[in-house]
């Protein structure tokens, strides 16, 4: 999200007059057309540099009332979200964690407020990518492991109260080889392998991914 807005007026910390430019460095209070407001410090480029918190505002049900739409509270450089900063999205979806050239970038939390799930890990360029762990909030079973651009590749799925498997991941669902260790004390390792249903030159035919597990054995 940006600075949508071009019309603005601008009251810097100590003054009494209000202005409708950025017109100096330092710590100013900017009031856009819609409502939205950024409260921080602009530098002598009149660029928003360190501390800041940007608040959009947009229509409610009553477009003569405008509603917070989501808020930004942390680090500016060079005009931009860089730096640790806490953003709450439209949705209501929170992130919590660093920035760099406006996106989500290094070790972050991002909680889904639909859901209730949260990630913690590293981000790049936005997506999840590097070590994390996603907790799914309706059953507390959670994915660790390694992400590439958004998706789990390779790590756990640690089921609550029942198991955990081990192995490799596509789309976010186990793929490929892998075990499973229950609580239980047996294990069994296998493969989830994807087969068409119908005949195998069928292109149209549906997928089905089943798990095939070697015989199990139980601990001592």
């Keep these: 999200m940006g600075d949508e807005d071009a019309e603005y007026k601008v009251m810097y910390e100590g003054d009494e007059a209000e202005t409708n430019w950025i017109s100096k460095a330092g710590k100013a209070t900017v009031t856009y057309a819609d ?5 921080g410090t602009f530098d002598e480029e009149k660029l ?8 959009w ?7 003569d009332a405008p509603v917070v739409k989501a808020v930004y509270d942390g680090e500016y450089k060079d005009g ?4 640790r900063g806490k953003m709450t999205f439209p949705s209501g979806d929170v992130y919590d964690g660093f920035w760099v050239n406006n996106k989500m970038e290094g070790e972050g939390t991002y909680t ?9 890990g590293s981000f790049v360029g936005g997506l999840k990518s590097g070590s994390g762990r996603y907790e799914f909030g309706a059953d507390s079973s959670q994915l660790v492991g390694t992400w590439v651009d958004g998706s789990i590749t390779t790590g756990s799925w640690e089921l609550k109260g029942c198991g955990t498997y081990t192995g490799a991941f596509k789309n976010g669902k186990p793929d490929g080889e892998g075990s499973f260790a229950f609580v239980s004390g047996i294990e069994q390792k296998g493969a989830y392998i994807a087969k068409k249903e119908g005949e195998e030159d069928d292109e149209d035919a549906p997928v089905t991914i089943t798990w095939e597990g070697e015989p199990v054995f139980g601990t001592a």
């Design 35 to 39: 409502g939205s407001t950024f409260v």
């Design 48 to 55: 928003k540099q360190g501390p800041g918190v940007y608040t």
């Design 57 to 63: 505002m947009g229509p409610g049900e009553d477009e």
């Design 80 to 83: 931009i979200k860089s730096g």
């Design 112 to 120: 889904y407020k639909a859901t209730g799930d949260i990630y913690s």
